[in-house]
Nanobody, 124 residues
Framework: QVHLVESGGGLVQAGGSLRLSCAAS????????LGWFRQAPGKEREFVGF????????LYADSAKGRFTISRDNTKNTVDLQMNSLKPEDTGVYYC?????????????????WGQGTQVTVSS
C-alpha cells in the first residue's frame, strides 16, 4: 500500500510554470507506476501522464505533450510534474496516483491509490 500527498499547486498566469510534487510513503515505491490526473470544475477526471517504475519512460496526454514533464526519484519516494506554458484550460485539481498494473495506464481504473489533490489555477 502507498499513501500519496501532493503539493505545489497555486495560481499562475497563462504562459507561466508550476511544479507539482507528490510524496509517497511505503517501502515498495519503485514497484508502482505513478500517474497524474486532473479534474476541472464540472468535468470528469482526465489523464495527464504517467511514468514507469524505473523512471526511464513516460507517456503523456496530447494536451500535456511538449509542455509537461513527469519525473520520479525512487530514493526519495517522490514524483514531480513540471508544467510549462500553462493555459487557462489547465486549471483544475491535480491528483497523484499509483498503480501496480501494466495495462490501460491512461485509465482511472488502473490506479488504486490516489492523493488528495492540489488546486492549479491558470489565469488568462
Amino acid at each position: 500500500q502507498v499513501h500519496l500527498v501532493e503539493s505545489g499547486g497555486g495560481l499562475v498566469q497563462a504562459g507561466g510554470s508550476l511544479r507539482l510534487s507528490c510524496a509517497a510513503s511505503g517501502r515498495t515505491f519503485s514497484s508502482y507506476v505513478l500517474g497524474w490526473f486532473r479534474q476541472a470544475p464540472g468535468k470528469e477526471r482526465e489523464f495527464v501522464g504517467f511514468i514507469g517504475r524505473s523512471g526511464a519512460g513516460a507517456l503523456y496526454a496530447d494536451s500535456a505533450k511538449g509542455r509537461f514533464t513527469i519525473s520520479r526519484d525512487n530514493t526519495k519516494n517522490t514524483v514531480d510534474l513540471q508544467m510549462n506554458s500553462l493555459k487557462p484550460e489547465d486549471t483544475g485539481v491535480y491528483y497523484c496516483t499509483a498503480s501496480t498494473g501494466i495495462t490501460r495506464l491512461t485509465e482511472l481504473k488502473a490506479y488504486a491509490y490516489w492523493g488528495q489533490g492540489t488546486q492549479v489555477t491558470v489565469s488568462s
